[in-house]
């Protein structure tokens, strides 16, 4: 029986926002656009960066490097080039991949050329809470790997994610001048966001966010169609595996934001753009896909609950 090998390795996962969307709408133009970015942009940066991309498949691709400053650079490189290479197609098919980079041990399959592991599992969670064209880094790769200078670190606080037992603290990298400083004291916000609603066959849906322990935790709550993901299930085909986050703004007040969804999210009608935290309001209404709620205010006794 063959020996299985384990090493320390960098990992960099990275999938693309709205997928669906852009195959429905030009499939044949999509794939000939992932070919180009793939062999013009992500290949030449993850060799130049000492890496080898491990697979692509279709709108995700995973690579791994010796080091974890390398693979944050090559992240770096690979989401300005392909700023640059959006700039040159039509608007509605631009390739937003977010991008996560993990500093874990691996296990190694040299027949199948493929990686596996806790390194890996973790990398794609902390894929999924990047900024369509961002990048998201552990902490275990904040701590260890010097960013340019023109870069900064942004703390965004702890995360759960799905089948994992700790937290996830997550980074942000940004370029200075969009990075924003954490404030070092918050107001604390009470009360409890009931959400509840209906899609468009009738399924009634409903959850319970409580204000304060988001704050105090610094956390996020990701609702999507991925059990193994999200923190709120939606059993509907129009959400997104991955389709929203809600977190506390640096206002202290409770935001919204479409984490590149296909079907999109929408505030009182209005589709708001992906990748950008929107204030919310009691009362008002919001969908994600065809999943329509509305929320009031209450005192707060219990947790979240989805």
């Not at 039509?90 to 596996?116: S, T």
């Not at 993901?229 to 997104?240: E, M, W």
């Amino acid at each position: 029986m063959p020996r299985t090998e384990r090493r320390l390795s960098a990992i960099l996962h990275a999938d693309l926002a709205g997928f669906v969307r852009l195959v429905e709408n030009q499939e044949e133009q999509t794939f000939e656009h992932l070919r180009a970015a793939r062999d013009k942009i992500w290949q030449p940066a993850i060799e130049d960066g000492g890496g080898s991309l491990v697979h692509s498949a279709g709108d995700a691709m995973l690579a791994e490097f010796g080091s974890a400053a390398a693979a944050v650079q090559a992240a770096i490189e690979i989401q300005e080039r392909m700023a640059h290479f959006n700039e040159t197609i039509d608007e509605d098919q631009r390739l937003m991949f977010r991008i996560g980079v993990h500093l874990g041990e691996i296990i190694i399959d040299e027949a199948g050329h493929d990686i596996f592991g806790d390194g890996v599992n973790l990398a794609e969670r902390i894929q999924v809470l990047a900024e369509p064209g961002g990048i998201a880094v552990s902490r275990a790769v904040r701590d260890v790997a010097r960013l340019r200078d023109d870069y900064a670190y942004v703390d965004a606080g702890e995360h759960r994610a799905k089948h994992v037992s700790l937290p996830l603290h997550i980074y942000r990298v940004r370029a200075r001048e969009h990075a924003a400083t954490v404030p070092t004291r918050r107001a604390t916000v009470r009360g409890i966001f009931h959400f509840h609603g209906a899609d468009e066959t009738g399924r009634k849906f409903g959850f319970d966010l409580e204000m304060d322990e988001l704050a105090k935790r610094k956390q996020s709550v990701l609702i999507g169609r991925d059990s193994t993901q999200c923190d709120v299930v939606l059993l509907n085909p129009s959400v997104s595996r991955a389709h929203a986050r809600l977190s506390i703004g640096r206002d202290n007040t409770l935001q919204i934001e479409d984490i590149g969804s296909t079907n999109g999210t929408s505030i009182n009608g209005e589709r708001i753009a992906a990748g950008f935290p929107h204030p919310w309001r009691q009362g008002r209404r919001s969908s994600w896909g065809r999943s329509n709620s509305s929320s009031v205010t209450t005192k707060p006794p219990a947790g979240c609950s989805g």
